[in-house]
């Protein structure tokens, strides 16, 4: 089943057209990879579908519903998830709030049923609904082994652990989808094999994975399927094994580094 | 002296009040506005204007003072969303002097710059609140105070406050979070415009008179200062900033020194300890309040040298 598609998007920067036409599908349950050049438009695509950005043209749909320019928290409540290739934590806050955050449309009624009268919610209710919250974030910092840093602030832990904690308060939204962007930047052997197996582990839990990502080692173990970009156009899609024999993707981006 | 005291005390709680409108304002959600001195105008007006020629009573004025504050809180609130930092600022002050300058010349309403004279002591049970006499005054701002403390610390402990604290963090990822930042803008906006214009309404039961030229920019600042020296993103604070800094303005007449210390000495005071916070200790005497999910002692103390 197709859970998220792209239908000729198109994001253009005045003359720099970031992302050109672009079909771009993930099938639901698997790990996708997007992968090419630093500046071959995986940022922008990634922004023009989570409502960060406003494609130039073409459309999105989630769920077969079309979401095209819906505003990005909306979109995070449909089920979409992401992080940020530069780390985007709630800084001053910490471990455990960032996570906290996470659940904010999660608990009480609906959004629109006045939230904003939370003061004057008797003390019980408003006391319940935080130990939820709060629960429910354990759960997640738990699931990255990092119970431990919960009151440190997000700022001061390790740089690793801080792409972790934003996976964590991605996953505390409950997504269907996750992107991932560049998710073992700056990470060592060790880390990026942790958390390799922690992506396997989050696509266990139902969730399908969208990743952008330049190391080509845990691109080709993990992923099912792999989606090439290049120059703001889709240059190739398929399985790891077919995108590694593909002569274009070689040329454009592969072969720099097996050269 | 002890009158003057309890004056001073007074003025202390109604700023309290305007304080935490600014500190949910500035303090949790990071905005820098500058725009009490126009909802405490509004809610003063609007106590003077229904008390004087409605004849209701004080606290009848109340909901209305809250209401119109509100009211103007959302309309200020909405088209500055976009505009951060110092452009939030100065497109604020602007409101401030915009209603000072519809006070002062709109005469069939405000009666101009000789403002409304003869309003009316709250009455409660039958007991006339007499500012007069301050001592009942002053009880009755200290309810006012620790009611308004009760509903911002709940309302800063649950969902509300976290969604702010991401809106100040990072907008960008308090979107992608689910968070309507928006919507809590606006929201921040319109409780320090109603809070603010509640403390109007008391201001004008106590001086018993309203005058355009009392709502000048200083307040504004003077709260932004209360809230600064206090510390960010504490309602205690705002209310500890509200009496230092009531204190330190009264400082000249407290000590009989007025005819020494010319009055322009609030302004060079209030500069200065903006300035030696903003070096010294950034993060206000209290800091920013330790919730249970953050124990003071990681709490860092604000630069990053
Ligand atoms: N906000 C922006 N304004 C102008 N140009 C941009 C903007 N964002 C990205 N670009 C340009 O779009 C192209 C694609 O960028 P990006 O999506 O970040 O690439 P990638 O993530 O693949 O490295 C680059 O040429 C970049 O300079
Ligand atoms: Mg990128």
Redesign the interface.
């Known amino acids: 089943m197709i859970l998220l598609e792209t239908e000729a998007l198109t994001r253009a920067y005045g003359g720099v057209v970031a992302v050109n036409k672009v079909d771009f599908e993930v099938e639901s349950g698997l790990i996708t990879g997007l992968i090419g050049p630093n500046g071959a438009g995986k940022t922008t695509l990634f922004n023009t579908m989570?409502?960060?950005d406003t494609p130039s043209s073409g459309k999105v749909w989630f769920n077969n519903k079309e979401i095209t320019g819906y505003?990005?928290?909306k979109i995070?409540?449909m089920g979409i998830?992401?992080t940020?290739q530069n780390i985007?934590?709630?800084?001053?806050?910490?471990v455990?709030?960032n996570v906290?955050?996470?659940r904010?449309?999660k608990?009480?009624k609906s959004?629109t049923k006045g939230?904003?009268l939370?003061?004057?919610k008797s003390?019980v209710k408003?006391k319940e609904?935080?130990e939820e919250?709060?629960e429910k974030a354990l759960d997640w910092l738990d699931f990255f082994d990092m119970e431990a840093s919960?009151?440190?602030?997000a700022k001061?832990l390790p740089y690793g652990k801080q792409r972790e904690l934003e996976i964590a308060?991605?996953l505390a939204?409950d997504p269907k989808l996750l992107f991932l962007d560049e998710p073992a930047a700056g990470m060592n052997p060790q880390e990026t094999d942790h958390l390799m197996a922690t992506i396997r582990k989050i696509r266990d839990l139902g969730v399908t994975v969208v990743l952008i990502e330049h190391d080509m080692k845990l691109v080709m173990n993990i992923c099912d399927t792999i989606t090439v970009l290049n120059y703001g156009q889709k240059l190739a899609q398929g399985t790891p094994h077919e995108i590694k024999k593909n002569p274009s993707v070689i040329e454009a981006y592969l072969g720099k580094d097996e050269a | 002296m002890l009158n003057f005291f309890l004056l001073i005390l007074i003025y202390s709680g109604i700023y309290a009040l305007m304080a935490m409108g600014q500190n949910i304002i500035t303090g949790y959600g990071g905005m820098l506005s500058l725009t009490q001195a126009g909802f405490f105008a509004i809610g003063s007006y609007v106590t003077a204007i229904l008390t004087t020629q409605a004849g209701w009573s004080f606290w009848a004025t109340l909901p209305v003072a809250f209401l119109v504050s509100a009211l103007f809180g959302l309309l200020i609130g909405l088209p500055t969303l976009r505009l951060k930092g110092d452009y939030l600022a100065i497109a604020t002050l602007g409101f401030g002097e915009i209603v000072r300058n519809v006070l002062n010349n709109w005469d069939s309403l405000t009666n101009g710059p000789m403002g409304i004279q003869r309003i009316p002591m709250p009455v409660i049970l039958g007991f006339t609140i007499n500012p007069y006499k301050k001592y009942a005054f002053l009880v009755m701002v200290i309810v006012f105070v620790i009611i308004a403390y009760i509903l911002f610390q709940r309302l800063a402990r649950s969902r509300m406050g976290r969604a702010l604290a991401a809106v100040r963090e990072d907008e960008i990822a308090a979107q992608s979070m689910g968070i309507n930042i928006t919507k809590y803008k606006v929201y921040a906006f319109i409780l320090g415009a109603s809070v603010a214009g509640i403390a109007g309404s008391l201001q004008a039961t106590f001086t018993l008179s309203v005058t355009p030229g009392t709502y000048t920019f200083m307040v504004s600042v003077m709260v932004l200062c209360m809230v600064v020296l206090g510390g960010m993103g504490n309602f205690k604070a705002s209310i500890l900033g509200a009496f230092i800094i009531q204190f330190i303005s009264y400082f000249p007449q407290l000590t009989g020194l007025s005819s020494v210390i010319p009055p322009q000495f609030k302004q060079i005071l209030f500069g200065l300890i903006l300035v030696v916070m903003m070096i010294w200790r950034p993060q206000g005497i209290l800091g920013r309040e330790a919730t249970r999910y953050r124990k003071r002692a990681v709490t860092p103390t604000g630069g990053e040298q």
């Not at chain 1, 919960?150 to 602030?153: A, F, G, M, P, R």
Request: charged content about 30%.
């Open positions: 989570t409502g960060l505003p990005a928290h995070c409540r998830a992401r940020f985007r934590l709630f800084k001053e806050l910490t455990v709030e906290m955050i996470g904010h449309f608990t009480g959004e939230r904003f939370n003061a004057v003390y408003l609904e935080e919250i709060y919960k009151n440190e602030l001061n308060r991605a939204t």
